[in-house]
């Protein structure tokens, strides 16, 4: 651990600022009693980031946005869930047709995102830094300076307190 502290003091959208600021490269684990995240940065970008709870997955986005039908997506998931391969399954999809690859990287661009948006809204637990960590077996980052990402997600809080 290089530096902590309670979220009740410093919250969130602070941690991810100084981050940014302070150009850091490492990740952030942020703790709550029934949830965790983890966001990666590289020269105080934020480039990827992970939630411990459930959250929608690449499947699931893609048949919401009607990108794949439902069908499509339980055959693929059949077959990938039967081979041995390590491949995730956006990469089983393209390899098949079934999706391109700028559309993958536009879903899980806004998974990354969401984790960030949801993290904000956290008031109660802890966060550690840990220098120079980097996600690990990831290929689809993100590259976008935390400072806009926090305006657009302290946005969708108020609009969703308004509503």
């Known amino acids: 651990m290089d530096f902590g502290g309670e979220l009740r003091v410093i919250k969130p959208v602070v941690v991810c600022q100084i981050a940014g600021m302070a150009g850091l490269t490492g990740r952030i684990k942020l703790i709550t009693a029934n949830n965790g995240a ?3 940065f590289k ?3 934020l480039i990827y980031a992970t939630i411990d709870t459930r959250r929608k997955r690449i499947g699931e986005i893609l048949v919401e946005r009607g990108m794949l039908d439902e069908e499509t997506l339980r055959r693929a998931l059949n077959e990938y869930s039967g081979s041995e391969s390590k491949k995730r399954i956006g990469d089983y999809l393209i390899e098949n047709g079934e999706l391109d690859y ?5 879903v899980i661009k806004e998974q990354i995102k969401n984790v960030v948006y949801t ?3 956290w008031e109660n637990g802890n966060f550690v ?4 960590i980097q996600p690990e077996e990831e290929d689809i980052l ?7 990402l926090l305006l657009e997600g302290l946005k ?3 609009e969703r307190e308004r509503n």
């Open 102 to 106: 700028k559309t993958l990287v536009s």
């Open 119 to 121: 993290v904000l809204q």
């Open 38 to 40: 983890s966001l990666y």
């Open 129 to 132: 830094y840990f220098d120079g």
């Open 156 to 158: 969708k809080l108020d």
């Open 142 to 148: 993100l590259d976008v300076r935390i400072d806009y």
């Open 43 to 45: 020269e105080g970008k």
